[in-house]
């Protein structure tokens, strides 16, 4: 079994900015999803093995930047500009089928413990 460990997750106020890493080993496709209470799971952002491909949902383009060092097996996002509507429980998940860098959760074979991100007003 894949392991992956979210973190940087936590209590911020509105317009402030967090920054969550994910450990991983291995050349996956990487991406963020969130879910926030009574709400489904969504794709946040995801980013190829390469870091040549990145794709945003609409809700956080412009303030939310997925990146990956994969010298140091972790992959970011750091998140600008934080709106109380941020707040959700953020997955890490890695699809080893490195295709391209999707939103849609059914791709991705391991996935993350979850990391709190709370935003307050």
């Known amino acids: 079994q894949v392991q992956l460990l979210e973190s940087g997750g936590g209590f911020v106020q509105a317009g402030g900015s967090l920054r969550l890493s994910c450990a991983v080993s291995g050349r996956y496709t990487m991406g963020w999803f969130r879910q926030a209470p009574g709400k489904e799971r969504e794709g946040v952002a995801a980013i190829t093995w390469s870091g040549g491909s990145t794709n945003y949902a609409e809700s956080v383009k412009g303030r939310f930047t997925i990146s990956r060092d994969n010298a140091r097996d972790t992959v970011y996002l750091q998140m600008n500009s934080l709106k109380p509507e941020d707040t959700a429980v953020y997955y890490c998940?890695?699809?080893?089928?490195?295709?391209?860098?999707?939103?849609?959760?059914?791709?991705?074979?391991?996935w993350g413990q979850g990391t709190q991100v709370t935003v307050s007003s």
């Open positions: 998940a890695a699809d080893r089928h490195l295709g391209s860098a999707l939103l849609r959760s059914d791709p991705y074979d391991y």
